[in-house]
């Protein structure tokens, strides 16, 4: 009963309160562990947008609540963005970045730091994704309800509601159906008096303005029309002005099987209804240009006439042939009976639940399935789901890692084709990244990108604060995914096509980009940051810009070479190919060990004001990168020892900086540190519908965590394929099916007592593989589409 004062304190309807006393003195024994594996579900409705439940379909969300007497569905659209491609670049230039490296050689570091956001970064207004507003379905009645549960079942991605009221049965089921192009929702009762109810579209004001138009068109429908715009704005230096962006027409059709449907000033009114089907379709600018309100036509004359069954069904079909790629168990299923926030409560008591560990996995990857699809944007900050005008950072695409993160599980867990929007995005941000390369930087050659874009691909600068927005690695990292994903499908198109150009072109700036460095002889990164952290300078005084990181020689050694690996694949000898070999011959190095044992995160050993700083920035090179392996064993002693470090002073804190640590746990094989990690998570960092909390929410960290998680339990960065590389130890029994290796291999993998016991793979082609598991090295062939089975000595079976 401990939440009930909780619930009471934040709903204010009395016959909400009294629903959910009936429902928590009812109990929980009535629901079977088996029947909620990898279901979320709640005995209580959603009163704040943290409790609700997400769909998506890669380009539509919503979040919805499940109150039984206002229900709220929160929309969302991926587009939805103020502002335009027109943006301009910042008045930097060649001269002005000959200037800062000099400067830096007299150590003047904070005027450094002053000079560089005044020159590069641009003055423009920082634009929001926002939410497309909100449907509100308003019953009719104040009797108390009783049997309430409220659910999101990961195998189907259908948000179910159920209660009963006067001895009759009411039901919510809502789905984001991709084949469809749809949200769909259906409201059905037993009663005799059916359903009576009003429906209405609304978006919030910005800055007290509205942006919307609400209409009837007919008389079972709603249209929700407006633009974009951006009133207010977080801004540097212009004068406030209005922001106009995409516009859009949101539309809500019902169809009833009885009953009466009538349209009065932008409602619709339902009386009498048994069932109702609601079909909410949505289009923009940015992706229909003027045929937003067509598409929305077509699309409905296309649905309306099918049944939910069918649709559910088309939906159900098209998302299992993703989500059924992964299966992962880790027992515990008798801990399912309890409603998530009871369990995440019992977590933080201090009880274990392996169950929720293992989906809270799948709720990542169910999380990537509903907002990157083909064809759509990429997930942003908050993934698709997001009820701001002004969203926390904007929610948009942060590539210091957040981005990066948001697609970290894409590959390891068999959801390849989900990369796809982030690829999209970046080749835009490096097509317009050649400009800035050649105007801000005086580089004719190449592209790049700085730490923040929008839906707008912009790649240039826009900070306030060097420490944060003046790095330049944002393409270099993401240059990784390109290769990693050419890595794991081995699709030679890809590579020539797509990945290949990217590493040619990032190549060539960085060639641009470096500077000699007298002292030690080598090609050193100048100005540097290190994100987003700062050093004490020599004068005292604490700075962000320095000559040289350790992170950013990592990720252009990583650009060098992998550039090189795929030249020769593709059989290139380039003048660009020489050049780049020469280079990184003398490319200063990026993982430099101190004489305490840790790695250097700048050039020189200097001290930090934030010992316990989030970023690990200087790790890059044990993950994401892959330099750092056992193999290098003073490496790999000195990556342990700059975490333990980072901890001592209070760092990896919430969300995707402590998954980040998972990440990092595994690739130095430490499954106890691992475990110590997932438990802080689970108590600290999730959100009763279990979303990351940073805080506030940022998807980046659900996402971190199924990569972690995968990361744990096969890698395969190395020249084999570690199994069970990281096994956390309160993880005795489990199996997970269908994880990928490198080299587009399908893992399966089953262990007891804490030891592998059985291993199935399976080639898309003929290939030959290394295996290791503990000390145990074992060669094999796997033939093409052909599961071949092993014990857990590595030998078949």
């Not at 002005?96 to 020159?119: A, C, F, P």
């Amino acid at each position: 009963m401990g939440n009930l004062g909780i619930v009471f304190n934040t709903i204010k309807s009395v016959q909400t309160q009294m629903a959910c006393l009936t429902i928590l003195i009812s109990g929980y024994t009535s629901i079977k562990a088996q029947d909620v594996k990898d279901v979320l579900w709640y005995s209580e409705p959603a009163t704040e947008w943290m409790q609700a439940l997400p769909v998506g379909n890669g380009r539509l969300g919503a979040m919805v609540f499940g109150d039984p007497y206002h229900e709220r569905i929160q929309l969302n659209e991926d587009s939805m963005w103020a502002g335009g491609p027109d943006w301009e670049s910042s008045k930097g230039n060649s001269d002005d970045l000959y200037h800062l490296r000099q400067l830096l050689k007299e150590g003047k570091t904070r005027e450094v730091d002053s000079l560089i956001v005044e020159k590069f970064s641009n003055k423009s207004i920082l634009r929001s994704h926002q939410t497309m507003g909100d449907l509100y379905i308003d019953y009719k009645g104040k009797d108390v309800v009783s049997n309430y549960r409220r659910e999101l079942d990961l195998n189907t991605a259908l948000v179910t509601t159920s209660y009963t009221l006067n001895k009759a049965q009411y039901t919510q089921r809502v789905l984001a159906s991709h084949p469809d192009d749809a949200l769909v929702i259906e409201l059905a009762t037993t009663s005799k008096d059916g359903l009576n109810l009003e429906l209405r579209l609304d978006r919030p004001k910005d800055h007290g303005q509205s942006t919307v138009n609400v209409s009837n068109p007919a008389d079972d429908e709603i249209s929700m029309k407006g633009m974009v715009t951006q009133y207010g704005g977080k801004r540097f230096s212009k004068p406030l002005a209005i922001d106009h962006g995409v516009r859009f027409e949101t539309r809500l059709k019902v169809v009833t099987d009885s009953g009466t449907v009538l349209a009065k000033e932008g409602k619709v009114i339902l009386k009498g209804v048994k069932k109702a089907i609601l079909f909410i379709v949505a289009n923009t600018s940015f992706y229909q240009k003027e045929g937003y309100v067509q598409k929305n036509n077509e699309t409905l004359s296309k649905i309306t006439s099918k049944s939910f069954e069918s649709l559910l069904s088309t939906h159900i079909s098209d998302y299992q042939s993703l989500y059924k790629r992964v299966s992962f168990d880790l027992g515990g299923i008798e801990q399912n009976k309890l409603p998530i926030n009871k369990r995440l409560q019992n977590i933080k008591n201090g009880k274990h639940d392996n169950s929720l560990a293992a989906m809270l996995f799948q709720f990542g990857r169910y999380l990537l399935i509903s907002c990157s699809r083909p064809n759509t944007n990429p997930a942003n900050l908050q993934g698709l789901w997001n009820d701001h005008i002004e969203a926390p950072w904007n929610a948009d695409y942060h590539l210091n890692i957040n981005l990066q993160m948001n697609y970290w599980p894409a590959e390891v867990t068999n959801l390849s084709e989900l990369h796809e929007p982030f690829f999209n995005l970046i080749d835009r941000v490096l097509e317009r990244g050649r400009i800035t390369a050649k105007e801000q930087y005086g580089i004719k050659r190449g592209t790049m990108a700085h730490h923040t874009t929008d839906l707008w691909a912009t790649p240039f600068m826009r900070a306030e604060q060097a420490y944060w927005g003046s790095w330049i690695h944002g393409g270099g990292w993401c240059a990784q995914h390109y290769w990693e994903h050419y890595q794991f499908t081995q699709d030679i198109n890809f590579l020539k096509q797509r990945a290949y150009p990217v590493l040619k072109d990032l190549s060539a700036f960085y060639l641009d980009w470096l500077v000699w460095d007298e002292k030690s002889e080598k090609w050193v990164s100048s100005p540097e940051t290190s994100p987003e952290n700062s050093y004490i300078a020599p004068n005292g005084k604490s700075a962000a810009v320095s000559y040289g990181s350790a992170m950013a020689h990592q990720i252009i050694g990583e650009v060098f070479d992998n550039f090189l690996e795929a030249s020769k694949i593709l059989g290139a000898k380039t003048s660009l190919v020489k050049e780049v070999k020469e280079k990184r011959k003398q490319l200063h190095p990026g993982v430099l060990i101190g004489e305490d044992g840790r790695i250097l995160e700048w050039n020189e050993p200097y001290e930090e004001p934030e010992k316990g700083h989030r970023h690990m920035s200087h790790l890059y090179a044990l993950h994401p990168g892959d330099d750092i392996v056992e193999s290098d064993p003073k490496a790999f002693a000195a990556a342990q020892k700059t975490i333990d470090y980072r901890l001592e002073h209070g760092g990896a804190g919430t969300g995707w900086s402590r998954v980040w640590m998972i990440n990092m746990n595994g690739r130095l094989l430490n499954g106890t540190a691992a475990q110590e990690n997932i438990d802080k998570f689970l108590q600290i960092s999730l959100a009763d519908n279990l979303f990351d909390m940073h805080p506030p929410f940022q998807i980046d960290g659900n996402f971190g965590y199924t990569a972690g998680v995968a990361e744990l339990l096969l890698q395969s960065h190395e020249e084999f394929l570690r199994l069970l590389p990281a096994l956390p130890p309160k993880w005795k029994n489990g199996s997970i099916k269908g994880l990928k290796a490198r080299g587009n291999i399908t893992v399966n993998l089953e262990w007891e007592d804490g030891v592998l016991k059985k291993v199935g793979l399976t080639a898309a082609e003929e290939t030959k593989c290394v295996l290791k598991y503990k000390d145990s090295l074992k060669k094999i062939v796997l033939p093409k589409e052909k599961t071949i089975f092993l014990d857990a000595d590595l030998n078949k079976l």
